[in-house]
């Protein structure tokens, strides 16, 4: 079945550092692509998507690019800040093949002033 | 604006109570709705899924179940918790399959 696999954290960083936290997932089809974010006490909130290859997502400074031949949608961001410190989830829905959300284990970042 | 209400925040309930978490959306009509759990180092596990009124989908076998009695309402039940069932719980809905979910607030349930 569909899966995705992201670096395991936590990820300590000092602010502006630059940020990646790679992502690969496995489908049979052609998914669309998520970064949610999750900031202390709180639920999930989408960051950026993409919906077909080469498509990059971006908000907030982080981007993301849909690279089929890799499968991977790794996210980065040039220069992190204190208020990034989160836990990131990367995600596919693939709705060629069923209804599901499909989540990776997360990533907990660490900014450090 | 659609919104998604989740109820109740935190819970403590002994082994062997039944539970039932409550969520309901708003603003929008047929959505996907799901229930989630996140544990301490296995990220968010899909526990149910529906696509429609009494429409459940199973992801995990375990003695948790699941109920869509109303187009924006989707029920997480037990009959009997276990320790093992402690956990953070997270209602989600989507447009459509593909689109991006918005999450609820989540319940912080402890099992004692």
């Known amino acids: 079945g569909n899966s995705v696999t992201q670096m395991e954290g936590p990820v300590t960083l000092s602010e502006e550092a630059f940020l990646t936290i790679n992502c690969t997932y496995t489908?049979?089809?052609?998914?669309?692509l998520f970064w949610y974010v999750q900031y202390p006490g709180e639920g999930l909130q989408l960051l950026l998507k993409?919906?077909?290859?080469?498509d990059k997502g971006s908000n907030k400074g982080f981007e993301a690019t849909y690279r089929k031949e890799t499968t991977s949608f790794h996210l980065e961001k040039g220069s992190v800040q204190v208020s990034d410190s989160a836990v990131y989830f990367c995600?596919?829905?693939?709705?060629?093949?069923?209804?599901?959300?499909?989540f990776g284990k997360g990533t907990r970042l660490h900014i450090l002033p | 604006s659609q919104t998604i209400h989740q109820w109740p925040a935190t819970l403590v309930q002994p082994v062997g109570s039944p539970l039932s978490l409550e969520c309901t959306v708003e603003?929008?009509?047929?959505?996907?709705l799901y229930w989630y759990r996140q544990a301490a180092g296995r990220g968010l596990q899909l526990l149910f899924y529906?696509?429609?009124?009494?429409?459940i989908s199973s992801e995990v076998p375990q003695n948790l179940s699941a109920s869509r009695p109303q187009d924006r309402q989707f029920i997480l039940s037990s009959k009997k918790l276990l320790l093992s069932d402690s956990g953070f719980y997270l209602c989600?809905?989507?447009?459509?399959?593909?689109?991006?979910?918005?999450f609820g607030q989540g319940t912080r349930l402890t099992v004692v």
């Open positions: 989600a809905w989507s447009p459509q399959t593909g689109e991006k979910a918005f």
């Open positions: 489908a049979t089809g052609y998914p669309s």
């Open positions: 993409a919906t077909k290859a080469d």
């Open positions: 995600a596919l829905s693939d709705q060629n093949r069923d209804d599901k959300i499909i």
């Open positions: 603003g929008t009509s047929n959505p996907n």
């Open positions: 529906s696509v429609g009124i009494g429409q």
